[in-house]
């Protein structure tokens, strides 16, 4: 499978270089502009902070989703915000206590990896409301939040990345596809087993046989962690050698190695995660599309339903239907006119439970 360059894509980053560029308008431009910007908002008596995990905020990721949603919010909603940026795992309870300490009223933190140090410090400051993205708070898995002021926030990515699966299957050359992730854990294996249910949907309503590699709904290749960017260009090598010329890694920065290694080849495609790689990524040109977990309009949308109607528990749940899932534009050439229309079919039979996700 040839590569093919985002024309549109290359053009809008141009222009835009071309335009931070060039020189500066009048003074009489500058102020009219400056007189048709929205007005800021009105400052609001509510504190938002936020802890990442051992990413980062600029980790390409969910990372730096959730930190531009917490960043819209001060300025659409007029709150004052704080982060702490975690380097290990030491430092989430004390990055959380920080926030504590500092009079938040609503504190997130971003994955699983902080679960039990945001329940341990829920637990301990009762009066102080949690969310914590990408994690049911459940360590102990009686299927209830482990603290009655924590609000998770979770998305259904299997329904996004189903329709990546089915389109990755109707444009593979090989017929081989493939996954693998960074850890063995529920919400990294929701995007793996909706991709290879896709695939088994389009081998089952077109009587193909697209395998995948990497993960067969209950065992698979992971690489143990989220920043060993090597392990990613290793196990993507290996998928490579073995024919698969579409590769999703869910794997966070790990799956930039992964990238390294499709770019190499020159014929392969990858799919990227969470947020749209041809944006947050130097890859745009190896991007046949990404599955979308919009973690920025959860973040937005749980600090303004806070700001609006109070603290809930009840979890926020990103769907295909509420668009907190999606699927990011397909390469250009990718994917026929026909398998377009079939994929918004699917969509629609996702959404109203004719079509399940699920694997058989």
């Given at each position: 499978?040839?590569?093919?360059?985002?024309?549109?894509?290359?053009?809008?980053?141009?222009?835009?270089?071309?335009?931070?560029?060039?020189?500066?308008p009048e003074e009489e431009a500058t102020s009219s502009a400056t007189a048709d910007a929205p007005a800021a908002a009105e400052p609001v008596d509510f504190k938002a902070c936020m802890v990442s995990d051992s990413g980062g905020f600029d980790d390409q990721s969910f990372n730096q989703s959730g930190f531009e949603g917490l960043t819209r919010a001060e300025a659409e909603l007029g709150i004052e915000i704080a982060t702490a940026e975690s380097a290990t795992e030491a430092d989430f309870a004390p990055n959380i206590e920080a926030q504590v300490a500092a009079g938040c009223d609503l504190i997130i933190t971003v994955g699983f990896l902080l679960s039990q140090a945001t329940v341990d410090a829920a637990l301990a400051n009762p009066d102080v409301h949690f969310a914590i993205i990408d994690d049911l708070a459940d360590n102990d898995f009686d299927?209830?939040?482990?603290?009655?002021?924590?609000?998770?926030?979770?998305?259904?990515?299997d329904e996004a990345s189903f329709l990546a699966g089915y389109a990755a299957s109707s444009a593979t050359g090989t017929g081989t596809l493939s996954t693998f992730g960074g850890m063995?854990?529920?919400?990294?294996?929701?995007?793996?087993?909706?991709?290879?249910?896709g695939a088994n949907y389009y081998n089952d309503t077109n009587s193909a046989d697209v395998k995948v590699l990497g993960w067969d709904g209950t065992d698979g290749q992971f690489t143990g962690d989220f920043s060993d960017q090597t392990k990613g260009k290793n196990v993507t090598e290996e998928f490579l050698s073995q024919g698969a010329d579409v590769v999703?890694?869910?794997?966070?920065?790990?799956?930039?190695?992964?990238a390294s290694a499709v770019q190499?080849?020159?014929?392969?495609?990858?799919?990227?995660?969470?947020?749209?790689?041809?944006?947050?990524?130097?890859?745009?040109?190896?991007?046949?599309?990404?599955?979308l977990k919009n973690i920025g309009n959860s973040v937005f949308d749980t600090i303004s339903e806070t700001i609006d109607a109070g603290f809930s528990t009840e979890p926020y749940v990103g769907t295909l239907e509420n668009e907190g899932v999606g699927v990011a534009d397909?390469?250009?050439?990718t994917v026929d006119d026909a398998v377009l229309?079939?994929?918004?079919?699917i969509k629609a039979g996702i959404i109203d439970g004719s079509i399940s996700v699920d694997l058989s």
């Open positions: 499978m040839k590569n093919t360059i985002r024309v549109g894509a290359i053009a809008a980053v141009s222009a835009l270089a071309l335009a931070a560029c060039a020189s500066a299927g209830e939040i482990d603290a009655p002021n924590i609000k998770p926030i979770t998305f259904e990515t063995n854990i529920p919400s990294v294996t929701i995007f793996m087993s909706g991709f290879l249910a999703m890694p869910v794997a966070g920065p790990v799956g930039l190695g992964a190499s080849a020159g014929d392969a495609w990858l799919i990227g995660v969470d947020s749209d790689w041809t944006l947050t990524t130097d890859y745009a040109d190896i991007i046949f599309t990404s599955v397909f390469a250009e050439g229309t079939e994929l918004e079919t």
